[in-house]
């Protein structure tokens, strides 16, 4: 609180209420001419996370329209399978697409129960619409869009964001319809992109390839979920492309995520040596003793997180064991079963670096917590 006649500078009172909620900062904006000044300036909404929940933001606010040319970096949060906030997040990004100078970032994140299959039809329309619109946009992240995404969204961000640095499309959804071609024509279009997120399905040799080029700007971070049948079904990819990827870009990490549609044999032929895992989410339906027990043969020198979905067993807990002798750089590991004592003193003896590890003992109460090392 201030004294009488003082108040508080803008820039001031901007950093209070950039950390508000949308309702809190429309209740903020109609105090005075000051505070209106300082929740509609660029500094409040250059970074905005907007979470619609339906009963209790209902529909677009009208002092939003004001804000929107200044919003740069945006996370959205929504509920897709309730109508008014799936409407109310369409509104927001149909608004957004073509304002000047336009967003640099766009992270979509789903809650709630899973829609029905084609409840996204109006979302992706928007997506679309910001893709065409926005020419400076640098990151789409849509890992948690539960809708099916297609080569007509790929294309589109071909065409229509050349700056892409950064472009996620490894969702959580039944079907995969990104073919390889589109991702081609991604690469080719988007010179500067350091990071993919895609199914395996959709990647090819020949976009190794264009990914090894010597011209090619440095790469960082490939992502791979493995969870659709056409995932299962993809061939593998040439073993000295990954090693040419690797040559030209040797800092880069890849991620795989390993889901139980995926067969034993599909497994053996995405887990490949040359490929420089990082982070290795195993789901699996099938064999889970022998990707871990691949991971600690190939993937000491670069694996730094584990996750291991699978039934308790002594094979599993010795394949455990042997991955904290060798992989001694990791930085996380859970194990959602139950292990034997021998198996956490192996990671904590033998990984130094460890920050936080779900490694239970003993039968517990879900959703099991990871502990912290500290």
């Not at 001031?12 to 949308?22: D, G, Y």
């Not at 065409?132 to 789409?140: N, W």
Request: glycine letters at 4%.
């Amino acid at each position: 609180m201030t004294e009488p006649g003082e108040q508080l500078p803008e820039e001031v009172l901007a950093l209070i209420f950039r950390h508000l909620p949308l309702r809190d900062r429309a209740t903020a904006s109609r105090v005075c001419r000051a505070w209106a000044a300082a929740a509609t300036c660029s500094a409040v909404w250059h970074d905005t996370i907007i979470s619609y929940d339906c009963e209790r933001e209902g529909t677009l606010l009208p002092y939003l329209s004001a804000c929107l040319d200044h919003v740069h970096n945006l996370r959205l949060e929504f509920e897709p399978s309730r109508e008014p906030s799936r409407r109310a997040a369409t509104e927001l990004l149909t608004a957004l697409a073509g304002r000047t100078p336009g967003l640099r970032s766009l992270l979509l994140n789903c809650h709630g129960e899973k829609p029905l299959f084609d409840a996204g039809r109006d979302i992706l329309d928007a997506v679309h619409a910001i893709c065409r619109a926005s020419c400076a946009l640098r990151h789409l992240d849509l890992r948690r869009l539960p809708f099916t995404l297609d080569d007509a969204l790929v294309l589109q961000a071909s065409q229509g964001c050349p700056e892409l640095r950064s472009l996620f499309l490894n969702n959580c959804t039944l079907v995969g319809s990104v073919r390889p071609d589109s991702v081609l024509e991604l690469l080719k279009a988007c010179p500067r992109l350091r990071a993919l997120g895609l199914h395996l399905a959709s990647l090819s040799g020949t976009a190794l390839q264009v990914l090894a080029a010597p011209d090619r700007a440095p790469f960082a971070h490939l992502a791979l979920r493995c969870a659709c049948p056409e995932d299962a079904r993809a061939p593998p990819l040439p073993e000295e492309a990954w090693a040419a990827v690797r040559r030209r870009h040797p800092r880069l990490v890849v991620e795989l995520e390993l889901e139980p549609a995926l067969p034993d044999e599909s497994v053996t032929r995405v887990l490949q040596p040359a490929v420089p895992v990082a982070a290795l989410s195993l789901s699996l339906s099938g064999d889970t003793v022998g990707p871990v027990r691949f991971a600690a043969r190939h993937y000491a020198s670069t694996l730094r997180a584990l996750e291991v979905r699978a039934a308790a067993s002594a094979e599993l807990d010795a394949a455990l064991e042997l991955l904290a002798v060798r992989c001694s750089d990791l930085r996380e590991v859970h194990c959602f079963c139950v292990v034997r004592p021998s198996v956490l003193h192996a990671f904590r003896a033998h990984c130094p670096r460890l920050r936080s590890y779900t490694l239970k003992l003993t039968r517990e109460p879900h959703p099991w917590l990871p502990t912290l090392v500290a």
